[in-house]
């Protein structure tokens, strides 16, 4: 790659933190009007080098040398690269929920006239650049009202809005179905044909494959080399390889099911909607679980499967909810979250940041929130010399990536963030885990840990219920699986006799359409 085809230029990037590395001497370069992938493992630096030239972390707080269109630059903050043409979406959206479309992509750029904002030239503009992102919505539309893919197309626009050479995408699909996906990644091509450049930071391996011109990969800190895309050599198995440095001959660890009597059971469970009194978002739901086994839940968007577990969950979402749950042959009754834990429930939420840890807190206090009651306390003392051991021996044990316990949770990667939800049920010793989407936003290396921390469970005799959007997935770690749609079971299936196409078919079945093999070969 010629220096004059570059627009982009990074040059032996190094940052450190208080007692981390996170980058030493990285290169990068990008094309004109290229897709340019940058991959590695959860903590491998690739945010950091993105905010490094963002702007998030300013010239000074570096070394290392940038070069765009061709000219050094030193950004001190996001205002002078956003100047430059370079925009970043990060994976969490920087939305504001209860402002309109318009109000947001304008947000801090306002369409003015003698201090006065215009708004017949906001609303005009917006609609040309929601047309370019391919969004029909009324510019006067609520952020609130609107879903994920919506909200992703809205925050391309938003970055359209500032003229941008280069957009920086961090783990956009992360959050959205398989359509939505595409869309966004149909989008990108678009751009490129435009001679907008892209960096794609992604753990989608097969939306890679599928859009992208170039690959960097980082591994600890570092560029550990760059592939041309087009290659015929550059498969998923060699992308991997580079990134965590040896060959994944299986991506799901294997497993020998010993599998107990059933101990767990849910019996016509019915969920009303929170804000909409008639809405039944959980339609009359039986199944079982058994001791040993790994039981997944399929479904798209909208079927009704993280409604389903945490309603089970000490009814942590949901109203007039009604139906039996047993546990060992015994009713059970699980009307708060307390009771959940008592009877041995663990619930791994999707949204491990708003939901699954206390970010501002250290990784110690995340571990233990869950056993203070039951097993790191005596009355209203916390035996915080425990706590520290138990914490130290999580740490080890999932392999934590971390200088200390001390460390603030909000500091970790995604993958070791999941790690320490982890460890805070595994901790409590509970007799079901209910896995909620447990890789979602991590690298392939981190999925094939957790992998074999779900495996061991099961060998230990828990029970494991793995809700999961990724087919392979589901086929790849489940005994036996479920599979909703609307609200309710449309199929279940054993893993051997279990396909794509199979769980697909039931999928898209009408909530109310239970095909009559629903229950085939079990």
């Known amino acids: 790659m010629g220096v004059a085809d570059a627009i982009l230029e990074m040059k032996n990037i190094t940052k450190e933190f208080p007692g981390v590395k996170a980058l030493e001497n990285v290169n990068l370069k990008v094309r004109n009007g290229e897709i340019h992938a940058l991959l590695g493992e959860n903590g491998a630096g690739k945010s950091t080098l993105m905010k490094v030239l963002s702007g998030v972390y300013p010239y000074g707080s570096y070394d290392g040398e940038i070069k765009f269109s061709g000219k050094t630059v030193a950004c001190k903050d996001i205002k002078q690269s956003e100047q430059l043409g370079i925009v970043i979406i990060h994976q969490e959206l920087a939305l504001i929920p209860y402002l309109s ?11 003015s006239r003698n201090g006065i904002i215009d708004w017949n030239e906001t609303i005009v503009k917006t609609r040309e650049l929601l047309g370019k992102v391919g969004l029909s919505e009324s510019p006067n539309t609520l952020i609130s009202e609107i879903g994920v ?3 992703q197309l809205v925050e391309i626009a938003k970055a359209l809005s500032k003229k941008v050479k280069l957009l920086i995408l961090d783990e956009p699909t992360a959050a959205l179905n398989e359509e939505d996906s595409d869309n966004l990644l149909n989008l990108l091509l678009e751009f490129k044909k435009q001679g907008i450049a ?3 930071i992604s753990h989608k391996l097969n939306e890679i ?5 170039s690959i960097t990969i980082l591994r600890d800190g570092r560029t550990i080399e760059t592939l041309d895309a087009s290659s015929s050599e550059v498969t998923e198995d060699r992308i991997i390889k580079g990134m965590v440095g040896r060959d994944l001959t299986h991506r799901y660890p294997a497993r020998e099911p010993k599998l107990g009597e059933p101990f767990f059971e849910v019996k016509g469970w019915n ?9 039944k978002v959980i339609d009359n739901v039986s199944f079982h679980i058994r001791r040993g086994e790994i039981v997944g839940i399929a479904g798209l968007m909208g079927a009704g499967r993280t409604e389903l577990a945490m309603s089970i969950f000490g ?5 007039r909810i009604n139906g039996h749950l047993y546990k060992n042959g015994k009713e059970i009754e699980v009307k708060t979250i307390n009771q959940a834990i008592d009877n041995g429930i663990a619930y791994v939420t999707e949204d491990r940041k708003n939901y699954g840890l206390i970010l501002i807190d250290d990784i110690k206090r995340n571990i233990s929130l869950a056993s203070l009651k039951k097993k790191l306390s005596k009355g209203l003392v916390v035996n915080e010399n425990q706590e520290v051991v138990e914490a130290e021996r999580y740490r080890m044990l999932m392999k934590i990536k971390t200088p200390s316990i001390q460390q603030k949770t909000v500091n970790l990667s995604g993958g070791n963030q999941q790690k320490v939800v982890l460890s805070k049920w595994i901790l409590a010793e509970p007799d079901l885990l209910i896995l909620d989407e447990p890789t979602r936003g991590i690298d392939v290396g981190a999925k094939y840990e957790i ?3 779900i495996n061991q469970l099961a060998m230990e005799g828990k029970g494991i219920l793995l809700i999961s959007s990724e087919l392979p997935e589901i086929l790849g770690m489940c005994d036996r699986i479920y599979v909703m749609s609307e609200g309710r079971m449309t199929g279940e299936v054993l893993r051997e006799d279990a396909t794509q196409e199979k769980l697909m078919r039931y999928m898209t079945r009408a909530g109310g359409e239970t095909h009559a093999n629903a229950s085939e070969n079990v």
């Open 315 to 319: 009814r942590s979402f949901g109203k």
């Open 451 to 453: 992998y074999s921390i």
């Open 209 to 213: 494959s599928k859009v992208a011109d």
């Open 198 to 200: 892209s960096i794609l």
């Open 271 to 279: 969920v009303y909607h929170l804000h909409q009194a008639e809405r």
């Open 149 to 151: 893919g919506k909200q």
């Open 101 to 111: 479309i318009a109000e947001n992509i304008f947000l801090g750029n306002e369409q």
